[in-house]
Each structure stands twice: as C-alpha cells, then as structure tokens.
Nanobody
Framework: QVQLVEAGGGSVQTGDSLRLSCRAS????????VGWFRQTPGKEREFVAA???????FYADFVQGRFTISRDDAKNTVYLQMNSLKPEDTALYYC????????????????WGRGTQVTVAS
C-alpha cells in the first residue's frame, strides 16, 4: 500500500523559508517520480515541482528559482525547499508519486498525500 505523508508546513512571513518533506512507504522514491502540487480554495490543483526517478528536476514557471526539490534515498523522503516565500505561495501543498515520467497534470499521478498547509503573511 502506497502512503505519502507530508510535513513541514506552517505560517511564515514574506521572504521566509520552509522545507516541506514527503515521506513515502510502499514505494521506493528512487524508482518513482515524485511531485509537489498546491491548491487554494476554489482553484484547481497546480503543479509546483517534480523529481524523476533518474534525478531530473522540473519546476513550474512561477517558482523562478526559489524552490528546490531533492531526495534522500536512505530516508525514502523527498523535500521541497522553498525560499523567498510570497503571500501568493499560500496553499495546501501535496506530494504525489507515479511510476512514469513526471507530468504537470495532477490526473497523471495516482498516489497522493493529504497535504500540509503553507501560509505566508505579507
């Protein structure tokens, strides 16, 4: 059974940093793609970043070099380091995993965590 558990969210000020974690069980993150998505009330879930099994990284345009996705194979955990946070980054952040190549469409990802809330005050 695949389980993903996100952690690391919180309430911060503009310009602060947070590191989100996604701990996986039932899959080996070094053999799967892992992605981060976010969603705000009334809006569709949107792609943030992804890491392929081979280590290639992909980012949404709005990240603009502020976020970094990485992986710790020993801990079977994927991280999203978020720097220079802005109020518009406020959202519920989800991680997801799949066997294939990372895609921006949320419908391409079959396994999801429950999310961790990030709130950035101005």
């Amino acid at each position: 059974q695949v389980q993903l558990v996100e952690a690391g969210g919180g309430s911060v000020q503009t310009g602060d940093s947070l590191r989100l974690s996604c701990r996986a069980s039932g899959v080996t993150v070094s053999s799967y793609a892992v992605g981060w998505f976010r969603q705000t009330p009334g809006k569709e879930r949107e792609f943030v970043a992804a890491l392929s099994w081979s280590g290639s990284t992909f980012y949404a345009d709005f990240v603009q070099g502020r976020f970094t996705i990485s992986r710790d194979d020993a801990k079977n955990t994927v991280y999203l380091q978020m720097n220079s946070l802005k109020p518009e980054d406020t959202a519920l952040y989800y991680c997801a995993t799949q066997e294939g190549s990372p895609r921006a469409s949320p419908s391409s990802w079959p396994y999801w965590g429950r999310g961790t809330q990030v709130t950035v005050a101005s």
